[in-house]
């Protein structure tokens, strides 16, 4: 007769999530709180490298991803939303590949972060309306305001035509679509 398994008490949710992480000097190491998204950054990468490239040139998904070190899938869907948003443009066939738009030329870091990610917030209490009951009262709410706008205001003071007017990068993976195919 086989015993039945006798049942286990769950633990409490801080000890179960403790359990969980990581020790405070490896997380230290690994990870960071307060970062733009792995997306973000390979939309912000991908939109420089395209406004470097001459004007009317078109690069391929792989050209791109061997350019920016993104992988081709992730970089695809970055794409996509660049593509929907009205700053590149993509054309299928043998001529085709994608191409930045005069609007994704003058877009700002904000502006590219916030097509991937949406509207920025470093604290749930900046979104309007009633998301926290203690903002009137709470003493850390203005610093959070004032780090909010400073953030934003130096990533909408960056347009991604003058990052990619500070010149090409020295590592030999940024090259356009006649340099890989030989016609330079």
Request: proline share 5%; charged share 25%; with cysteine.
């Amino acid at each position: 007769m086989q015993k039945k398994p006798e049942p286990v008490e769950p633990l409490p949710i801080m000890e179960a999530v403790v359990r969980l992480r990581k020790p405070r000097k490896e997380r230290a190491q690994t990870s960071c709180s307060m970062q733009v998204t792995r997306a973000s950054d390979y939309a912000v990468r991908v939109m420089i490298h395209l406004a470097a490239q001459p004007e009317n040139e078109r690069s391929t998904l792989g050209l791109l991803s061997r350019a920016t070190a993104v992988p081709e899938s992730f970089l695809s869907k970055v794409l996509q939303s660049l593509g929907r948003a009205g700053l590149v443009s993509s054309r299928r066939g043998q001529s085709g590949g994608f191409k930045i738009l005069d609007a994704g030329r003058q877009a700002s870091m904000a502006a590219v972060i916030e097509v991937i990610d949406g509207r920025f917030r470093l604290n749930r209490c900046m979104a309007p309306g009633a998301s926290c009951e203690r903002k009137a009262n709470c003493p850390a709410h203005r610093v959070w305001v004032e780090t909010e706008v400073a953030m934003l205001g130096v990533l909408r003071s960056h347009r991604i035509v003058d990052l990619a007017a500070r010149g090409r990068p020295a590592h030999a993976a940024f090259i356009t679509l006649n340099e890989a195919q030989g016609c330079v």
